[in-house]
């Protein structure tokens, strides 16, 4: 093992248990230590300055920098946190110094014992971002406030039939009394016969023979819908007609020459617009019939005079501004062509249209009056500008178009609740506002076993809330603890001795344990492994070879020279001479001393034709296969016969 210096020993022990602090714990060690620094100078925030912190991320930052800093960033009247881009709206140069909760205004210096830039009274800030109605209890701190360790207000169950309590911070999903629910369900008429539940009821499964309101559809058996209250209150929900078509009421009103233009409805059609009794002005409302003609009026088929001025009557768009510009007509006044300026859900950016595209289903792809657009705006919409995918040199002509609901490009930067991720919303409707953070926290709990089940948050974990109903023991049984027992406690710690017997046969020295036994220190005599003999000492009863440490002086593979190595175990290696032996043909063998025959020589040999002239390398093993002399080749033959030549005519000349 590795020998670590003292001061590095406390450093890592220290590390070790800081692993687990919560945002809250860490700021305040490094407040107290001198470690923390500020985001916009890096320079250490001492005890003694004056400073600033963020309402959503705690950060803490010198009061002269978040100045500075508020001061150069201001846009619109707003300026952001240097840390998590938060917006505040408040001036930046009113800012004033205060302890942490906010009650004491310009707190003194740290004492040395209490953390810097707190008041030392109570805290009791609303806990942001949870429904908790308790005011923090612990001393002015740095960070977010600790969970709630109070009980939560009454709670009622899915039905609301009775209250119970949790902790004020533990998550809680609801209950289920598990009597009948008995809510009213939609229909307004039958009530619920599910056990109590979470939701919203089932849909009302009673049918009985209905038919609509205006009677074009035959009656059939249709699921329960209670029908609207009559005046007099004597319908049932047994009335056939209970439910509206949707098609249009067309019965003749009591004129009689028109019909109803009216969906499917219930009660008695309403009376004709055009009645000479209920129109007494022009279309437009602003002159009396009797000072645009003698005539009166006696049918509702009679045309209505008009008047020479403008409608202006208000348009169907609802804008208050935007008025009809035709001169006075009768019916609608159709739809609204006036330019109408409308903002991207996060209302950064703003495009003008006419004002009837407003109302267009979603996906629908209007035109927007360029003529009126800034050319950063067509790029933002149309993904070119500096925030979307690539730089555009011109508004293309596809910029001119934008797809309902408008949406820009840019992303929200804010950071969440809980201090760790950012929105990342693009054209966030929260843009400005508090973000609360949707996802699991799903953290390691100090269980080891589960993991947080409760809202991504700040600071530490819950204590895991799972138990067990079994008593838990050691091993052998004697020692245990009784339930209830909370998650990830460990098996008691058992005094007696382990009882598990050894193949050895030797008793246990140690305590009970759950994993496997330790191997057996015994000091006993053993065998050689090698030699069977008994050796001098003893040895530890859990090694399986013993050696006698004697020379091994085995015979080796060649049955000619024996082992030199010390005793060991398992077979001994080869031979490591060469051997001795001469072959037959007088080379010596050159191979590992070996047993048996020597195998054939593989010496080098040269062998000849009888001139000498041709000559071949072969092994002298192989020496037996070939003739005493090779063949003589051609040029043996040529050179002999043209050495007889001049012997012969010697010859022939005597």
């Given at each position: 093992?590795a020998?670590?210096?003292?001061?590095?020993?406390k450093q890592?022990e220290e590390e070790?248990?800081?692993d687990?602090?919560?945002?809250?714990?860490?700021?305040?060690?490094?407040?107290?230590?001198g470690k923390?620094?500020?985001c916009v100078?890096?320079?250490?925030?001492?005890?003694?300055?004056?400073?600033?912190?963020c309402?959503v991320?705690?950060?803490?930052?010198?009061l002269?920098?978040v100045k500075?800093?508020?001061?150069q960033?201001?846009?619109g009247?707003t300026?952001?946190?240097?840390?998590?881009?938060?917006?505040?709206?408040?001036?930046?140069?009113t800012l004033?110094?205060s302890c942490?909760?906010?009650k004491s205004?310009?707190?003194?210096?740290g004492?040395?014992?209490?953390?810097p830039?707190?008041?030392g009274?109570?805290?009791?800030?609303m806990?942001?971002g949870?429904?908790?109605?308790?005011?923090?209890?612990?001393?002015?701190?740095?960070?977010?406030?600790?969970p709630?360790?109070l009980s939560?207000?009454?709670k009622?169950?899915?039905?609301?039939k009775i209250?119970?309590?949790?902790?004020?911070?533990d998550?809680?999903?609801?209950?289920s009394?598990?009597?009948t629910c008995?809510k009213?369900l939609?229909?307004g008429?039958?009530?619920?016969?599910?056990?109590?539940?979470?939701?919203d009821?089932s849909?009302?499964e009673?049918?009985?023979?209905?038919s609509?309101f205006?009677?074009?559809?035959?009656?059939?058996?249709?699921p329960c819908?209670?029908?609207?209250?009559s005046?007099?209150?004597?319908?049932t929900?047994?009335?056939?007609?209970?439910?509206?078509?949707?098609?249009?009421?067309?019965?003749t009103l009591?004129?009689g020459?028109?019909?109803?233009?009216l969906?499917?409805?219930?009660?008695?059609?309403?009376?004709?617009e055009?009645?000479?009794a209920l129109?007494?002005?022009?279309?437009?409302?602003?002159?009396?019939?009797?000072?645009?003609s003698?005539?009166?009026r006696?049918?509702c088929?009679?045309?209505?005079?008009?008047?020479r001025?403008?409608?202006?009557?208000?348009?169907?768009?609802?804008v208050?501004s935007?008025?009809?510009?035709k001169p006075?007509?009768?019916?609608a006044?159709?739809?609204?062509?006036q330019?109408?300026?409308?903002r991207c859900k996060?209302?950064?950016?703003?495009v003008?249209?006419?004002c009837?595209?407003r109302?267009?289903p979603?996906?629908?792809?209007?035109?927007?009056?360029?003529e009126?657009?800034k050319?950063?705006?067509l790029?933002i919409f149309?993904?070119?500008?500096k925030?979307g995918r690539g730089k555009?040199?011109?508004?293309?002509t596809?910029a001119?178009?934008?797809?309902?609901?408008?949406?820009?490009m840019?992303?929200?930067?804010?950071?969440?609740t809980?201090?760790?991720h950012?929105?990342?919303?693009?054209c966030?409707?929260d843009?400005?506002?508090?973000?609360?953070c949707s996802l699991?926290c799903n953290?390691?709990?100090?269980?080891?076993?589960?993991?947080?089940?409760?809202?991504?948050h700040?600071?530490s974990?819950?204590?895991?809330?799972q138990?067990?109903?079994?008593e838990?023991s050691c091993?052998?049984g004697?020692t245990?603890?009784?339930?209830?027992?909370?998650?990830?406690?460990?098996?008691?710690?058992?005094p007696?001795m382990?009882?598990?017997?050894?193949?050895?046969?030797?008793p246990?020295?140690?305590?009970?344990?759950f994993e496997?036994?330790?191997?057996?220190t015994?000091m006993?005599?053993?065998?050689?492994a090698s030699h069977?003999s008994w050796c001098d000492?003893l040895?530890p009863?859990?090694?399986p070879?013993?050696t006698?440490?004697?020379?091994?002086r085995?015979?080796l593979s060649?049955?000619k020279h024996?082992?030199?190595r010390?005793?060991?175990?398992?077979?001994c290696?080869d031979?490591?001479?060469?051997c001795?032996?001469?072959?037959?043909?007088?080379h010596?063998?050159?191979?590992?001393c070996?047993a048996?025959?020597?195998?054939p020589?593989?010496?080098?040999i040269?062998?000849?034709c009888?001139?000498?002239r041709?000559?071949?390398?072969i092994?002298?093993?192989e020496?037996e296969?070939?003739?005493?002399?090779?063949?003589?080749?051609?040029a043996?033959k040529?050179?002999?016969?043209?050495?007889r030549q001049p012997?012969?005519e010697?010859?022939?000349?005597?």
């Amino acid at each position: 093992m590795a020998f670590i210096p003292p001061h590095l020993r406390k450093q890592k022990e220290e590390e070790a248990m800081e692993d687990g602090l919560g945002l809250k714990e860490r700021m305040s060690r490094d407040l107290e230590r001198g470690k923390y620094d500020c985001c916009v100078c890096v320079e250490v925030v001492r005890s003694a300055d004056a400073v600033w912190g963020c309402d959503v991320c705690y950060g803490v930052v010198h009061l002269d920098c978040v100045k500075m800093w508020g001061k150069q960033s201001s846009e619109g009247g707003t300026w952001r946190c240097p840390k998590c881009q938060s917006l505040y709206t408040e001036n930046p140069s009113t800012l004033t110094y205060s302890c942490f909760c906010k009650k004491s205004k310009n707190p003194p210096a740290g004492d040395g014992y209490s953390t810097p830039h707190t008041c030392g009274m109570k805290c009791e800030r609303m806990r942001n971002g949870t429904s908790c109605p308790h005011p923090c209890g612990s001393l002015c701190h740095p960070g977010p406030c600790p969970p709630c360790t109070l009980s939560s207000p009454p709670k009622n169950c899915f039905c609301g039939k009775i209250t119970y309590h949790t902790g004020c911070s533990d998550p809680d999903k609801g209950r289920s009394c598990g009597e009948t629910c008995n809510k009213l369900l939609s229909c307004g008429v039958h009530h619920c016969k599910d056990t109590c539940h979470s939701g919203d009821c089932s849909p009302c499964e009673e049918e009985f023979e209905q038919s609509c309101f205006c009677g074009k559809i035959p009656s059939t058996v249709r699921p329960c819908k209670a029908p609207p209250a009559s005046p007099d209150k004597t319908e049932t929900p047994s009335t056939p007609c209970t439910y509206s078509c949707s098609e249009l009421c067309g019965k003749t009103l009591k004129c009689g020459a028109h019909k109803c233009a009216l969906p499917c409805h219930f009660g008695d059609c309403h009376d004709c617009e055009r009645d000479p009794a209920l129109v007494s002005k022009c279309p437009c409302n602003k002159t009396l019939l009797a000072a645009l003609s003698d005539t009166t009026r006696v049918k509702c088929t009679d045309p209505i005079p008009t008047c020479r001025q403008i409608c202006k009557k208000p348009m169907s768009c609802g804008v208050s501004s935007h008025l009809c510009d035709k001169p006075c007509h009768e019916g609608a006044c159709g739809e609204c062509t006036q330019p109408a300026m409308i903002r991207c859900k996060c209302g950064g950016k703003q495009v003008r249209m006419r004002c009837d595209d407003r109302q267009k289903p979603p996906g629908t792809s209007v035109s927007l009056i360029v003529e009126n657009v800034k050319k950063e705006e067509l790029d933002i919409f149309s993904g070119t500008g500096k925030k979307g995918r690539g730089k555009a040199k011109k508004p293309s002509t596809a910029a001119a178009t934008v797809t309902l609901p408008f949406t820009c490009m840019s992303k929200c930067t804010a950071k969440k609740t809980c201090g760790k991720h950012t929105c990342n919303t693009v054209c966030c409707p929260d843009k400005g506002h508090i973000h609360s953070c949707s996802l699991p926290c799903n953290r390691q709990l100090p269980c080891g076993r589960h993991r947080c089940e409760a809202g991504c948050h700040t600071g530490s974990c819950p204590p895991c809330l799972q138990g067990g109903f079994t008593e838990l023991s050691c091993r052998c049984g004697s020692t245990f603890i009784e339930p209830p027992i909370p998650c990830g406690t460990e098996p008691p710690a058992c005094p007696l001795m382990c009882r598990i017997p050894r193949p050895c046969g030797h008793p246990a020295h140690h305590k009970c344990h759950f994993e496997d036994c330790p191997p057996c220190t015994v000091m006993v005599n053993k065998r050689c492994a090698s030699h069977n003999s008994w050796c001098d000492w003893l040895s530890p009863c859990h090694v399986p070879v013993v050696t006698c440490r004697n020379m091994c002086r085995k015979p080796l593979s060649c049955a000619k020279h024996f082992c030199n190595r010390q005793c060991h175990s398992g077979p001994c290696t080869d031979c490591p001479l060469l051997c001795s032996v001469p072959n037959p043909c007088g080379h010596p063998c050159n191979t590992s001393c070996h047993a048996g025959p020597c195998p054939p020589c593989c010496q080098d040999i040269l062998i000849m034709c009888k001139c000498g002239r041709v000559h071949k390398n072969i092994k002298c093993g192989e020496r037996e296969s070939y003739p005493p002399f090779l063949e003589c080749g051609d040029a043996c033959k040529s050179i002999e016969a043209t050495a007889r030549q001049p012997a012969a005519e010697k010859t022939a000349v005597q």
